[in-house]
């Protein structure tokens, strides 16, 4: 069992920036990526920032050259920096650890609303 808490969240002007945290404990050592996806109101979840177990990246086209994810293994924690944000940025971020085997795991979500 991986247990995933994310913090970070909050209400931002656009063009700010916002830093989500995944705290990961449990069985971490099965892991192979870590995720952030997002659930904006209506829309379905979407995947929006990856990194590997070997450190490779992956982005959203919308993420891309704004959100920079991260990890520190001392820590356990993944990172989501998030630049230049936009209202279109708003939703519920979903920290996500995805195993060697088995079903994912989730965190509880942090709430991102970015609106002047």
């Known amino acids: 069992q991986v247990q995933l808490v994310e913090s970070g969240g909050g209400l931002v002007q656009p063009g700010e920036s916002l830093r989500l945290s995944c705290a990961a404990s449990?069985?971490?050592?099965?892991?192979?990526?870590m995720c952030w996806y997002r659930q904006a109101p209506g829309k379905q979840r979407e995947l929006v920032a990856a990194?590997?177990?070997?450190?490779?990246?992956t982005y959203a086209d919308s993420a891309k050259g704004r959100f920079t994810i991260s990890r520190d293994n001392a820590k356990n924690t993944v990172y989501l920096q998030m630049n230049s944000l936009k209202p279109e940025d708003t939703a519920v971020y979903y920290c996500?650890?995805?195993?060697?085997?088995?079903?994912?795991?989730w965190g509880q979500g942090t709430q991102v609303t970015v609106s002047s």
């Open positions: 996500n650890a995805l195993p060697s085997l088995g079903p994912a795991y």
């Open positions: 449990g069985s971490i050592v099965s892991i192979r990526a």
């Open positions: 990194i590997a177990k070997a450190g490779t990246t």
